[in-house]
């Protein structure tokens, strides 16, 4: 394949350096209420698909409409949910200058008898294209626009996703025609807005949002599963690669719809944004991207995997440029069996790139080459690449077996210092320390494992009952096939006494995670946000430093052998006991100094996000020294990592439906 490199200059755009205003905040003023029982239906081939919308299902300009469904629109109270409690009225905004239609629409009150089929969509009475904006804590973001395509009958227009029963709480949604260009934010030269989305006496957060070219991922919508979910056992890829580069950020990321390689330039200051197109190369990915000390920057693309068939040999190729995008290097990675041995690829992946003295780091998920037992297994390698010829130095082998997550920086004698999470072989939190002399790690956090409940495995031999966690009607038995973490990766972080490491985990009331007779669903118990502090020489001797949680235990493996398992000096930094309504989801971390720690989390409900929570800890004892909940403001992707320049945190996020690339500058008060 020939990859084509492209430095064309696409849009720049000034931009205004001052501090911005004040993000416009609104508040809801219910008029009407009403119960709207979901029996209209959209105009489609199949049973029940009138394309009439009821009076029953509307409220206002609002209204709720079964979709067509395999053979049919259901809306009997077998397939299909019902009864979704509406309130009518409208936002204003808090000068009282701005008003806008908007509903507030409940969680369907009666759940789907058998099993759901139908789902129901928000349908919207408008004579134009209209922007549906949803509000938490006096915050507008646009989350969907409406489209003349398929609308029905009464002037009502669907929106593309606007699916009511997926609601597993209230929401608020504002209606706002597009040809009023409406924004909450300070519009500060070209196509570029601001506003100041929090500040209080601990931090202050100032968002910027850059109009881009492409199909950019959506942060808050991309990737929506939460902790009860079979999709956040996987995860999701990075999609935004911040780095420092002087005199500003670049920002590289990958078109979702054709794939081209996209990098967003902005100065300190925000004075200028600049965006270039890198290179497209159809049906690859944007894998993982950093820059050294000059702005070079360096990115690899995997090739993702085709669909159903015989797995083949992916084609990867690393690039790297210079500071204005020029290409400087481009080279074909093996991926053979003997190689980087990759067959599968895609959006469930994470890698991790880091520069070091001439050398990059690369941390590398995907699904292998069949092997030996005629399984094609997935895992990740630790990488070292030349950076100047960008060719392979050192390939360090696998760093853990069904690896979810990773991350990965330098330490201060320039080695790879890194994390990953394992299911198996091992299974926990793995920190890594690499270089192209070798790799040492060590397990810093682990967790409980569902176990067989017949005492055949599916391999086909019997084991005995595992008599210490039976009990409640549920029989376990001497063997485990659990590819569950109960856990999701965060960051790590040399500081100035030691390594801390930040993960989120599932412990029970007494703060321990490795009772086996609290799994076997994908969430049992509320997720926390912890920490470890290892000493810096952490594959000696006994490496914890940090004072908290100590609990042995195990797990009897595929073939019923009895591994050991052990936390020490586990610190839980939130104490969420309700997994309904309260977890840790999304953990980001950044080294302010050598012994302050910034970490970023999410609020979620089992299924679905809530607030954002920003925390500056001292990194050895775990220690707050500042924490608060900025509400449902800042929400960014699954694992886009946090950057530090000057004194100020980085949070990169992307909005699909304005076609903005967002950047929260976060400062610490």
Known sequence: MRFAFISALLMITPIAADSPAALIKFRFEATESKTLPGNSAEKSKGHGCSGEIKSEDQIGDFAVVSHFYQNACYTDANYSHKNYHAEYGAAVSSDGAQRFPAVRIHPPASRAAKFLASRHFGYFRTAEETGIYQLDAGALSKAYKTSAAGSLPGGYQKAEGFNLSELDQPRIYVFIPASQNFSAYQKIGGDTEAARIFADTTFSVDKYRLSVKGKIFDSARGFTAGPESHQAIYGHSRSFFATPTPGGVTVVWQDEQNGDVYASRVTDGFALHRQQKLTSVAGHMLAAATADDAGNLYYILVEKSQGSGMPSTRRVAAFKTDADGKSLKRTSLDASAKGLNITGFGNSYLCSLAYSNGRLGLILSRTMHRSADGLNHQGAIAVVLDATTLAVVKNLGQTSGHSFGNFLTTDSAGKFLGIDLGDNYPRGVHLHRFDEAGREGKIVYTFKTEHGTSARSPAGRSYPVYAEISGGGKTYYQWSNDNRTYSEIGGVHEMQDGIAVFFAGEPDAAGKALNNARAGDNHNDARNLGMVFVKKDFPSGDPILSKGIQETGGFYSFGGTFSQQENKGIIWLTRYTDKNNHNVSRVKTAALDGSRVFVVHEVW???????????VLHAATGAAYKSVNIG???????????????????????????GKLEIAVISVR
């Open 605 to 615: 409900t089992a299924g679905s996000y809530s607030s954002t929570q920003l925390t």
């Open 632 to 658: 449902p403001v800042l929400q960014l992707g699954w694992h886009d990592d946090l950057l530090v320049k000057d004194g100020q945190v980085y949070a990169v996020s992307g909005n699909g439906v304005d």
